[in-house]
Nanobody
Framework: VQLQAYGGGLVQAGDSLRLSCESS????????VGWFRQAPGKEREFVAAIRWSGGYTYYADSAKGRFTISRDNAKKTVYLQMNSLKSEDRAVYYC??????????????????WGQGTQVTVSS
């Protein structure tokens, strides 16, 4: 499985942005896809995740109410719709395939096949 993230850019606070994560290969070999982000000088943190089967979603507290993760199984693509962006959302956003157990869906170590990341910059 290879994942390709894109859609980042420079926006103003309060704007919206949609990130996409395209998956190639055997998607049924993983449980779903997650989005993580890493700001300069900080550790990579969980943002949201979705399971291929059933579409169950999981969010970090910082993302709840503002971000929406969705998937298109036919296109093997996962989206992250980000609304009401804040300056603290500035980071490189990565997508990855979840290979671990459900209880570890928010843990980066349970993910594989990380994409190259896409930069999101929010100006205030």
């Amino acid at each position: 499985v290879q994942l390709q993230a894109y859609g980042g850019g420079l926006v103003q606070a309060g704007d919206s942005l949609r990130l996409s994560c395209e998956s190639s290969g055997r998607t049924f070999s993983n449980n779903g896809v997650g989005w993580f982000r890493q700001a300069p000088g900080k550790e990579r943190e969980f943002v949201a995740a979705i399971r291929w089967s059933g579409g169950y979603t999981y969010y970090a507290d910082s993302a709840k109410g503002r971000f929406t993760i969705s998937r298109d199984n036919a296109k093997k693509t996962v989206y992250l719709q980000m609304n009401s962006l804040k300056s603290e959302d500035r980071a490189v956003y990565y997508c990855a395939a979840h290979r671990g157990i459900l209880s570890k869906v928010r843990v980066a170590a349970s993910y594989r096949n990380w994409g190259q990341g896409t930069q999101v910059t929010v100006s205030s």
